[in-house]
């Protein structure tokens, strides 16, 4: 549906994870000692959490991580509707960690796929492989072409996969059925209808949700 480029294009530029971190700096204990491991990586998965993104019109319209919501309310282009009981710490403040964000401003979003990106498969797919079911850190996921390239697969939304690398290395350059796996579900285009669906997946762990998505 287009909703990541159109709320990329704000005043500032472009987000980048180098920015996020300018914003929200590190003031724990110096690097290498456990302590400071433990609430880095804590902090890390808190930024990545999903966030449930409102057009002006309250209008849910697509799901991000914490770590861009809180770049988009810091530059002015949203505010927050819902807060979780978390706080992240800069330097001189707390800012509490949003569940809801709304766009102050309008944004329109053309009902069509979104841009086909390693990004977007794994989002469509669930971080899940999509031959041993298991869900994965996106760090360890790769993508896989049902049909290998070297037999004529393209890179396409049908025949890309969210895939582990056991199961990647398992197939090799073999189709499904050579190597005995099975694909959990046909890969299909990422259209407004997939994000709907997994906004209110989400959404069922996340009661700060329930009433902006119209169950």
Known sequence: MGANRH?????GGRFTPEAA???????????GSRPHNTISMRRTSLMQEPVLVLNATYEPINVTAVRRAMVLMLKGVAQAE???????????????VPSVIRLLAYRHIPQQSRALSRKNILLRDRNTCQFCGGVFPSSELTLDHVVPRSRGGRSSWENLVACCYQCNNNKGDRTPEEAGLKLARRPRPFTLHTSRQLMRLIGHRDERWRKYLFY
């Open 7 to 11: 709320m990329s294009a704000n005043p």
């Open 21 to 31: 971190c300018a914003i929200v700096p590190s003031s724990e204990s110096p690097a």
């Open 82 to 96: 819902e807060l979780h009981n978390a706080e992240v710490h800069s330097a001189a403040h707390a800012h509490k």
